[in-house]
């Protein structure tokens, strides 16, 4: 009996417990001239857009949070293939007939049916341009002086919202592709070593393409601060810190 009331409680109050864990996430809202961007901030790469009726998942991983407490994908963007960012599990717990899913060559070897992107393609896509933008590392390597991220096999995206162009960066330092971007409303940039980037160098890309709006993520236990300071006197570049660790 005391297991069925355990059982009859966890059923009851379960669905509560999970609105509760999305409504915990932090939002920003931007304007643009379609309509309200909403931004929701999961955690380390991941994020979801809602944006004219549409949600979008980007890099979802169950790590990060109950997906089945979130809103199913029209689409989803994975920028690369390990395992902070690529999770078969919970790419189908958000699919459904009509998602479309963006991908790089080496994700599709574990995920059916999506599209596939190299670097450099343009393509429109749940009616969003969607441009792919080189990811990978100059300076920091594994064993055997082998990139953490090689040329060629990571994506960064830059999704077209309305009158607002927006970059999520993936796995990648401070390239010349990065910092060759124009007409950067919102970006989205990783710092944390030894994978991808030191505040110093997001500072650098930053001072670069200009971004209006620089949100740092990826960061885990890098201090924040260092960024803010780096580019407190850059005129035209907001650094919003939210919770991505």
Known sequence: MYKSLIFI???MIGPFLAVAAFEDLEEDTIKTSKGDLKITFIGHGTLMFT??????????????AD???LPKAD?????????DHLDSRVIKILRTEKTDIVLTKKCAEKV??????????????QGLKIEAVPAYNIV????????????G???????TFGDKRVYIAGDTENTPEMKALKDIDIAFLPMNLPYTMTPEMVADAARA???KVLYPYHFGRTDTSKLVDLLKDEKGIEVRIRKLD
């Open 140 to 151: 920091h390597m594994r064993g055997g002086n082998v990139p953490f991220h090689p040329k």
């Open 9 to 11: 409680l966890v059923f």
């Open 153 to 159: 096999e990571g994506n960064g995206y830059v999704v």
């Open 51 to 64: 944006f004219s009726g549409k949600t979008i998942h980007v890099d979802p991983v169950s790590r990060e």
């Open 75 to 83: 689409l989803i963007l994975v920028t690369h293939e390990h395992g």
């Open 209 to 211: 393409f200009k971004p």
């Open 112 to 125: 059916e049916g999506g599209t596939i992107m190299k670097n450099g393609d343009v393509k429109t896509i």
């Open 67 to 69: 997906y089945a407490s």
